[in-house]
């Protein structure tokens, strides 16, 4: 839908539409993270001096490709479920209503993570690609948390209307557990990174 048309996706998303917004864009964002890793590997592979991690870089390189595409699709998945939830509360009819919240909750949590991946991915890359590229990895770091802090909050205000209870705490708890990872990485890579400048 939009992955072709990059200006007009934010003209869409800076205008007075109800989407693409705040759940669509922390795909998008954490999308940049993930890319910013694949250019840190792709400078990293063919060198003779990274040759000893050469298979290890591809190896990560493969799945960095792999959550940059699921990313890509749930930018436009989340415009979607948002449409359908939006239809179901104006319809007023509970059973679709908590069927589709159930549709936009997932959406964002796949986003949060597969940020949490790319950011469990970036230690290794840290310690193992090109130094040259290292402000490249700290600032993919910052755009996959940010990606994963604003999914949340689209997590969060879902689950506010959900009456699963047991669904409820499960995703709570899924979310504490993860956040904390995610600022303990965050907080880990990027104090080498400064320390490295």
């Known amino acids: 839908m939009y992955k072709e048309k990059f200006s007009e996706y934010l003209e869409d998303l800076a205008g007075k539409l109800p989407a693409p917004g705040g759940g669509s864009a922390s795909g998008l964002v954490a999308c940049l993270g993930i890319a910013l890793l694949e250019m840190s590997c792709n400078f990293t592979l063919g060198k003779p001096k990274y040759r000893e991690v050469e298979a290890e870089i591809k190896e990560i390189l493969e799945k960095l490709i792999s959550l940059r595409r699921g990313l890509e699709e749930l930018i436009d998945k989340d415009v979607f479920s948002y449409q359908e939830l939006s239809l179901a509360y104006r319809?007023?009819?509970?059973?679709?209503?908590?069927?589709?919240?159930?549709?936009?909750?997932?959406?964002?949590?796949?986003?949060?993570?597969s940020s949490l991946e790319g950011l469990r991915l970036s230690k290794v890359i840290l310690e193992k690609a090109n130094p040259n590229l290292i402000t490249d990895i700290g600032g993919g770091v910052l755009f996959l948390t940010a990606g994963f802090n604003s999914a949340e909050l689209n997590v969060r205000i879902n689950l506010k209307n959900l009456k699963d209870r047991e669904l409820l705490k499960k995703i709570q708890q899924s979310l504490k557990e993860e956040s904390e990872e995610v600022k303990k990485i965050k907080e880990e890579v990027l104090k080498k990174v400064y320390c490295r400048l």
């Not at 209503?97 to 549709?103: N, P, R």
Request: glycine share 0%.
């Open 91 to 113: 319809l007023k009819e509970e059973e679709k209503v908590q069927s589709a919240l159930k549709k936009a909750i997932e959406v964002p949590l796949k986003i949060c993570e």
